[in-house]
């Protein structure tokens, strides 16, 4: 192993320039400033408003309680989509809106998202296709396509029998006659918000994740002070305007500063579990009922994985502490198993992930997945608005709307100008109609430092699991110029590693710790403290997944003979 002051100048060299490389000089700018606008929540939707509102011109801070991501916007589908089945409600304007943001996604970073065909079987009855219900899928297709699908430049289309199996060998063929394609984009949820923040942070943002805000004085003299707990100390915040985007706990955190909402929200449970794409054979998403409750499951190809999911369900669980239930397996082992001519078994699973959706109640309807994806903007007090809902894609319209609102409030008039802003990293050469490289679809023009990495230090080259494909460098590369302030950090959201092959992750938690710690030049009590907080993570997260592990040794041994 190369010593770590090896290459410890050049990882400094390469990660000088990157906005989220220096923690402890935001930290330094944040602690008893005074901002235009504090933004308290990490994810996308706050990552969105600190970006629109620093592009304005407004100064900026912006604190999450957690790491950014951490949250729901971590824990997505992964889909930048229109909104196919809204169409089914009649809410053509959403459908309308999510096609323009994705197009500007696609325009904006090329690096981050790319192209997603969503193939939809069409079941037999009888021996035969149903024609009212495909004449009616054809339909919804061609709306689809009118309402601004039209802008990826690919139309949907019919498939055969045999076209269908060749996309997914794994399904009974049997039940199926045909299907249709269409197009949408994907986009990992958590690089995507770190290329926002990253673009927000390099237009004077200042952004510090684990700082927790505690309390929120009243307005006095057109400021109001937040308290903010981060490392161990309490620092003070003034701001002009605070924006509440902390998501599924907007509630929590206006109840907590004594702030009454009229508006409510119904948080949906979404689990996925993820399979080696082996055993799925899909080289595009598809789409399955699930027989239960008419719903449907999507399995979606990712490298040497598959994922499947999502449930939709109000879960009394602690939105807090979202893991994999006993349930959630039940519920998408049923619906996909139908599908399948193997059935996948609790041991075929390598990982699986719950989050929860902050849904908007609308009083109408209690089934989460009947509550809208519509977004909220309100002044609940003066200095101090709260925006939530929304889905990840269209994360830029809810902060174009929220800044907005911004300005009203501080009598400024400064436009938008996110429409047509690139994202950190963008690189031409990555474009979404191409497959291009991995390390390129995630880090854009950053992928030539980390490739830097592994030419000076070629075991940086080395998979973190057997399985993955995730190398060692990524996570030095997430520690050093990411703002990644652990390892869980590192492997759950800048990596996703433990995303995908957390049950892997968690049965060789503290070689892998070792392996990581040592290059980043940790001594031996960090090493074991960063191991817990891992372990502590896994188990939660995996949830009833975690009860039982791959035998990692044979899984090494399989992958020296492959």
């Not at 944040?30 to 901002?35: A, V, Y």
């Not at 809106?97 to 090329?110: D, T």
């Not at 669980?317 to 979202?322: E, G, I, K, L």
């Not at 592990?549 to 090494?556: I, S, T, Y």
């Amino acid at each position: 192993m190369t010593e770590p002051s090896d290459f410890k100048a050049e990882l400094d060299r390469l990660a000088a320039d990157e906005p989220l490389a220096d923690r402890a000089a935001h930290l330094a700018k944040l602690s008893g400033g005074t901002f235009d606008v504090l933004v308290i929540g990490g994810g996308i939707t706050g990552a969105g408003v600190a970006l629109d509102a620093a592009a304005r011109g407004f100064s900026v801070a912006l604190v999450d309680a957690g790491d950014f991501a951490s949250g729901t916007s971590s824990r997505s589908s992964k889909m930048i989509h229109g909104g196919f089945r809204y169409l089914q409600t009649g809410d053509v304007a959403l459908v309308r809106e999510s096609l323009r943001e994705r197009h500007a996604l696609q325009r904006n970073a090329p690096h981050l998202v790319r192209v997603m065909p969503f193939m939809i079987p069409l079941f037999l009855k009888g021996g035969v296709i149903n024609p009212k219900l495909s004449r009616a899928l054809g339909g919804a297709l061609w709306s689809y396509q009118f309402a601004g699908a039209w802008r990826l430049g690919r139309r949907h289309r019919r498939l055969s029998h045999d076209e269908v199996e060749r996309h997914m060998p794994a399904l009974d063929m049997d039940r199926i006659g045909a299907g249709y394609m269409f197009h949408d984009l994907r986009a990992d949820d958590a690089r995507l918000m770190l290329a926002v923040l990253a673009t927000a942070a390099t237009r004077g943002a200042v952004v510090v994740n684990h700082a927790r805000c505690t309390g929120l004085s009243e307005m006095s003299n057109g400021i109001r002070t937040a308290q903010i707990d981060v490392d161990g100390a309490r620092t003070e915040v003034n701001a002009r305007i605070v924006v509440n985007a902390t998501g599924v706990w907007a509630q929590k955190f206006l109840e907590g500063i004594g702030v009454d909402s009229p508006r409510k929200l119904s948080p949906a449970k979404g689990t996925h579990i993820v399979v080696p794409i082996d055993l799925m054979r899909n080289d595009v998403a598809v789409s399955l009922p699930v027989a239960s409750d008419r719903r449907t499951v999507s399995v979606v190809d990712e490298g040497p994985f598959a994922y499947i999911g999502s449930t939709e369900t109000t879960d009394p669980a602690d939105v807090s502490q979202p893991s994999v239930t006993e349930g959630d397996l039940t519920y998408i082992l049923d619906g996909i198993n139908r599908h399948l001519t193997r059935d996948i078994t609790p041991n075929d699973i390598t990982s699986g992930w719950a989050g929860f959706r902050p849904l908007v109640a609308d009083g109408k309807s209690a089934r989460s997945s009947d509550l809208s994806r519509r977004h909220s903007i309100e002044l609940e007090a003066e200095g101090l608005i709260t925006v939530t809902g929304g889905k990840l894609t269209t994360y830029r319209e809810m902060a174009e709307g929220t800044v907005d609102a911004i300005c009203s409030a501080l009598d400024r008039k400064v436009r938008c100008s996110t429409r047509r802003l690139r994202l950190h990293g963008y690189s031409s050469s990555a474009s979404h109609l191409s497959d291009g490289d991995r390390l390129g679809k995630r880090y854009g023009d950053r992928a030539t430092k980390i490739e830097r990495l592994v030419r000076l230090a070629p075991e940086l080259g080395e998979r973190i699991t057997p399985r993955g494909e995730t190398i060692l460098a990524e996570a030095l590369w997430g520690l050093r110029s990411e703002m990644g302030a652990s390892l869980a950090d590192v492997l759950f959201r800048r990596t996703r590693i433990a995303t995908y092959d957390g049950r892997s992750v968690l049965a060789d938690a503290d070689a892998i710790a070792v392996r990581i710690g040592r290059v980043a030049g940790w001594g031996d009590n960090r090493i074991a403290s960063e191991t817990e907080t891992l372990k502590t993570a896994l188990r939660q997260e995996l949830g009833v997944l975690a009860l039982s592990l791959p035998d990692v040794a044979d899984n090494r041994s399989k992958e020296d003979i492959t």
